[in-house]
């Protein structure tokens, strides 16, 4: 047997450091086998995919060194490697679910179905399809196919009973079937869901073994029970721990910058990252902290692999880069990266613009832009003081520049403004004063080179982790407040 392995990302929003992560565990597991290691882009949220993404993810995991042996920008005998290139694929395996009578057209609508879950919630039940569609003759699903009303099409789950599964690294996991929903596998739309698809495409890729995240242990009874349904052997399921905050909460950007694209404009390195990664959760034979990807591969062993929260903790993740600047990068090297990561023509390019009218010797360039070559700024609450504003409104700016930041799709200036300045009139402020603490969190201080721009030089990860870090500075809102900022800011931004 050849090992195969797969990572499959969604292509929404920012190159994740969890699926830098997941792709590097199966990257060991795959080459320690002499196996293939694949990429499959799982993008049938046609409203939440988005090409700019998919290319993020794949620049993002070559930066770190990381290479698949398939995938849709690679070719390879098993694909297309898009889920939305495979649309027929799906449709005519869960035709064959129904006429196997293992999954049901649905025709419940979603007042009904809310409907039927505000019941059960009234009576204490925990919310779950009821079956309602299960008991249709075959003439009235014929008929109102016919009279084209919107369907679903479910899968049948045991009424009784527990699924058991193997997982590689916790042995056995028992679930009672009578937690599992009767999932929708064909949406309203006629898109497969990913419950459906990635069954699918596991089985047709000839992927051996499912190496993911924890968060996807409760999807495996459904994917058991549709490889039962299609007669086909299941991969051997192994489910990664999950990164988390230091708080040991779900990894999440609030608390830790999370897009790959962050620790690249940082300025790590990305043997560092990578080796990071790898210590999230394994460690060398020999307890070694510092190993490259080609060590981590010699030494792999999945078995090694330790459940309980790996914390990201970026402390431990820049001392690591120092150890691999001193020891590994020659001067020589280092002159080079420098230049790779930010000093070189094109991004001089970016900033001359900005400051050639600001400047009248080449010597005050530094000091005006040392805030584009910098990491986070070191601020602290006073660094936000301010005549016209208190700290309340100073967090409601920052809060509402972060979400409406993490909208734009286009780091464009003229989007950044459109999307900023439309903040500023509903909450009754000045252009001026709204952009005050904007430019301290940015530029860290309030006089700086033109803050759109500025913005658009320093890209969309390093700004939105810069906001986020300004307002953390300040305090962030509790989580009664944040909920009634949302509620404003939905009021506004609408
Ligand atoms: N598309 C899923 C994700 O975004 C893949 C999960 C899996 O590996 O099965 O994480």
Redesign the pocket.
């Known amino acids: 047997m050849t090992v195969r392995t797969r ?4 292509p929404t929003g920012d190159p994740h450091v969890g699926t830098a992560y ?1 792709a590097l565990f199966n990257l060991c597991f795959a080459r320690q086998h002499k196996g293939q290691f694949i990429l499959r882009i ?1 993008d049938t949220d046609q409203a939440r995919s988005t090409a700019d993404s998919e290319k993020m993810i794949f620049d993002s995991l070559r930066w770190l060194g990381l290479s698949w042996d398939e995938g849709p920008d690679v070719g390879g005998d098993f694909g297309p490697y898009r889920q939305s290139e495979r649309m027929d694929i799906y449709r005519q395996y869960v035709d064959q679910l129904v006429d196997d009578g293992h999954a049901f057209y649905c025709f419940a609508t979603p007042a009904e179905l809310d409907e039927m879950r505000r019941e059960q919630m009234s009576r204490g039940e925990t919310p779950k399809y009821d079956g309602r569609s299960l008991a249709l003759s075959a003439d009235e699903i014929e008929s109102r196919l016919g009279a084209g009303e919107p369907y679903v099409i479910r899968m049948k789950i045991p009424e009784e009973g527990t699924c058991t599964f193997n997982d590689m690294l916790r042995g056995e996991i028992e679930i009672p079937w009578s937690q599992i929903d009767m999932q929708v596998l064909l949406k309203a739309d006629g898109m497969p869901t ?1 419950h459906l698809a ?1 069954v699918v495409d596991d089985h047709l890729m000839e992927i051996t073994h ?1 190496i ?2 924890e968060e ?1 242990i409760n999807s495996a009874p459904k994917h058991q029970l549709l490889y039962r349904y299609f007669g086909w052997t299941m991969p051997e399921l192994c489910h990664m721990p999950l990164l988390r905050n230091p708080d040991k909460s779900k990894l999440s950007k609030r608390k830790n910058p999370t897009s790959i694209n962050f620790y690249k404009a940082m300025g790590y390195l990305p043997a560092a990252v990578i080796n990071y990664l790898g210590r999230m959760g394994w460690s060398m034979p020999n307890e070694e902290e510092k190993f490259s990807l080609t060590e981590m591969i010699d030494n792999f062993d999945i078995n090694n692999v330790h459940l309980g929260g790996p914390v990201f903790d970026v402390e431990k993740l820049d001392w690591l880069n120092g150890c691999w600047i001193r020891e590994d990068l020659s001067d020589q090297a280092f002159a080079q990266g420098m230049a790779e990561w930010a000093i070189n023509e094109d991004r001089l390019a970016q900033f001359i613009p900005l400051i050639k009218e600001r400047v009248e010797k080449f010597s005050d360039v530094a000091p005006l832009v040392s805030f584009l070559l910098s990491g986070l700024p070191e601020l602290s609450p006073e660094s936000f003081e301010n005549k016209s504003l208190d700290t309340a409104q100073l967090q409601k700016i920052l809060q509402f520049s972060v979400w409406a930041l993490d909208e734009v799709q286009d780091w464009q200036r003229d989007k950044l403004y459109a999307a900023l300045s439309a903040l500023a009139e509903p909450m009754e402020l000045k252009l001026k004063a709204f952009l005050a603490p904007l430019f301290v969190a940015v530029a860290g201080s309030s006089s700086a080179p033109p803050l759109f721009d500025s913005m658009v030089v320093l890209g969309p990860d390093m700004v939105r982790a810069r906001v986020r870090h300004g307002l953390a500075v300040l305090g962030s809102p509790s989580k009664k407040q944040l909920k009634k900022l949302e509620k404003e800011y939905r009021q506004i931004s609408a």
Do not use: H, Q
């Open positions: 990572i499959a990302p969604s997941i799982e990913y990635n499912v993911r995240g996807w």
